[in-house]
């Protein structure tokens, strides 16, 4: 299966979290690739995979990071691909990571989810493939419609 | 010009903020639409506007809001296209504007940019659609490569 | 027992925090009814439910969520009826959640409560509610009383 | 003309930001009566107020504070009348003045606004009156769908 | 022994954090009282402790509170004791007690210590009776001095 | 006139606010002296002034700094004097200066008020000083009755 | 004269801060260079500049930026020089900027200073190099005796 | 072996983060000394320490302390000596503690780090300490290595 997504962390510490995406990309059966990358502490191969991504067929990259978290913002400096970035949550509640990731400056922007919104980034990252795929654009709206069921589901055990 | 490009805003006191977004569209010479809409005070005309979106052939749609900012969200909510949210500076310093937009919970992500980030929310309108558009793709190289140039040029001022 | 009092969480994960509202409405034997609407997973069933809220004969609209926390916002747009907004507690200890709920641009108000204040959230329904109704209003005073009456035991407790 | 509105604020350096409140009460026609009462400075003054209320006919009062904003809280001790707490802007953006007026503790409830949300503080005044006069209630649908159409006029004006 | 010092709180739930002022005021054998009271469960007992304190022979009065805390305050403005606040930690992390407590308007102050600084809250109050009280003074100066002694202490078992 | 209260603060800049401290205590008529002392910049001058403050009269020390406010904590681990700090607005809005003055360690007190707070500052130590000066308390008691009298009047003048 | 402190910055409009850093290196005749380079919009520029700093016999740099402000921590990645952060004040108030820059992970620091801190980034510089350079060491102690004079003129300037 | 790196912490409670300072500097085979030493309850102890460090052969001091954080920032004003401020965990999450150490005023710098950020301050120490010591340089160079190697062995344990 061709590897159109890249979900690329700091740390294997941000692993647990990052699941959540990858769990969503397996059930709408598209193509990923999961790597450790720090923007600090490994910079080369970070720039080498950023600046390779496009070529090798990568369509979005999802980056999560905490804490002083530049690792999205420095992987949309080396490509045109759009970048998800994922706060995670850390000592600061979050907010130091969030706001390390969303701030960007004027010229490179990263698109940022909640604070460990993995889930959301897989979500986003089908929302702009199934600009260009029928098929994930049939299972989005079906997830969609899923998702909606499973709340009555809940309104009706509620009201039991 | 085929619209592709959704521009909302809550408010019409938005618009000087948000014009920074419309002049990089049309820089790219991209189609797109501006409409004041507000998830609070017109909400039926927005959700038909969102849930048409994808059907008049917009691709992706930028919403912008202050304060308790759901603009986005709402029209995340009625349209399985990408949907970015613009946080606009408040009396809060934008961080009612950022949270309200970027916290959204599991299910419906919203592309979140910085605080008064219009030309970021362009631009990354700009890389989803360079997905499936050469010319967009090679504009964007172009616009990127000469970021960089202005950067170099004002180096060579600073030096002299 | 007629129902005067909508309960809506975005998340039948609200409910444990949601209970007490629910409490003190049993306790005033007051009717209410408790729904699990998001304003992103279900928007077609939240906006029948707080168009047709009034006509059902409900009085107040209690409206729990949490994050990125429309759904009191988005209620709001839907009905002149008063809401009553209330931020649960979250990953950024809830500060997203009341300031995504208390920051309402003008127009459409909702009346906030502290993060996780569900009993509040009833009391001020009953408050309300008081208004025109002189058995509530009068068990409402009793209750205040009782609630003095709680604190002085508290003290000769303590002074013994 | 009876009044059924007590607007209150600690100091009258809040009367610029209040005045937003008064002018929809005006625009309603309904009565109010305005008074500068600080829970610190003249606490006997303001008890009384608050004690009287319900008595002299006030339906609602609109309490509004900045800083370590206690007038809205301490006026809710005093009486069953439901209170809008209205947190005025101050040297930390308000963000003093707004958790100061929402976190208060559970048994006695304080509807909150946004920060400076003097215009809204009055629209749920006038919610709550309209549940049981059918007057208020026509004018606020009127208010609203006005509200909905000079949204409309801002989009036209904005196309051409 | 005669009470010099009043200790009050909000609720039953703040005595495990403020029997640390309770220890230090027994350790200087200094007389005290120790009171649940709400400014707004329990206004008027309230009011009467707050009024009759300086009567009563009272020198100065520690207030805890949460939240909304606006015990501290309240207290300040029905005497002119010196009032020390203690503000107790909450589910925004105290942040929301230590402002409501802190940022009294001009008139009324509090003396206000650190979040769940209750021994502090103590020790200041011994700092003032220490003015005008010799023993009070000499038996300080010890204090301070076996605090010192401890430090020392610990680091000699940190070398070994 | 003899010298009961010290005013020191962190850099000239901070004279304009702790002005208004310098005028209630001449309206008290009581002695004063003012220093621009730093903690960091003048340490050891500090330091001097801070052990030698109780034998030269003084009964309290009101200290102002700004940013990483040090200068109220660290004169208050020099004597055992009460402290009274005050934040002074800064970059952060003064959150930082707050932080650095309120949140003290277990120990070693300070008696803060509130951000660019200079009159209550002096209010404070009025306060204290009162305990064991009668005159100081008479006055005391009549600045609080005209304050009192102020607010009557701006009710008057309002409802003209 | 030999270029032992390297100064980067995000962008020229950083430059009015920074330049406060620049006179104090002049004032102190140490000798620099001043470069606009960004880790989003000069990537590479930046990276090579990072790694041939050490080599080209830069003893410390001082990276300024704002917002996402990367540019210090990416530095760090590419050099084992110490770096020196500076948080540009933005929208909002340098918060983001700081978290941004200090919140590095295990493995790679960086020296923060206060937001807007361009003066002590340059002095911290000088405090490093003054341990292997004993003029610069002399000049440092000169220029701290020049500050504590400096605060003393304040001070009989204050007192006349 | 010779004492270069003085570790100083304002109470043993912060040892169990510390420790981390000292193992990365163990490893290192640096020599260093660790003392508890408070700016408030030991200021003399501490002053004495601070002045005399530069001509007991100290190249650097680690500073660590929670919330009213100043031992960072009072050691650097009675030294020229590079000081490393380490802001502590705490119950407002560490922000108080970074704020007091970061925000130092002009003339007197801090080199802060993470919250809890003792490794990083240890890596900082050992930077500025290779500038002048050709051994420690090598051993960083090697550790910066091992670093990246660690990362690089996660990936293919990960990929596996």
């Known amino acids: 299966m061709k590897k159109l997504v890249g979900i ?4 294997d510490s941000d692993l647990p979290i ?13 193509g990923f690739e999961v790597k ?13 995979y950023a600046k390779t991504a496009e070529q090798r067929g990568l369509k979005v990259i999802i980056a999560a990071a905490g804490g002083a978290a530049h690792l999205p913002g420095v992987t949309a400096a080396h490509t ?26 004027s010229g490179i922007p990263v698109a940022t989810v909640a604070v460990d919104g993995a889930k959301n ?5 089908i929302e702009i493939l199934a600009l260009s795929d ?24 509620l009201n039991k």
């Open 8 to 11: 690329i962390m700091g740390s």
């Open 18 to 30: 990052m699941n959540k995406a990858i769990e969503v990309l397996q059930e709408f059966q598209i």
């Open 36 to 48: 450790i990358l720090s923007a600090h502490r490994t910079p080369d191969e970070h720039t080498d």
């Open 80 to 105: 045109i691909l759009p970048i998800i970035g994922v706060p995670i949550n850390s000592k600061l509640n979050g907010i130091d990571s969030l706001l390390s990731i969303v701030q960007m400056p």
């Open 121 to 125: 980034s897989a979500l986003l990252a």
């Open 134 to 157: 029928k098929k994930i654009r049939e299972k989005l709206i079906i997830y969609r419609e899923n998702q909606r069921k499973e709340s009555y589901a809940k309104n009706e055990k």
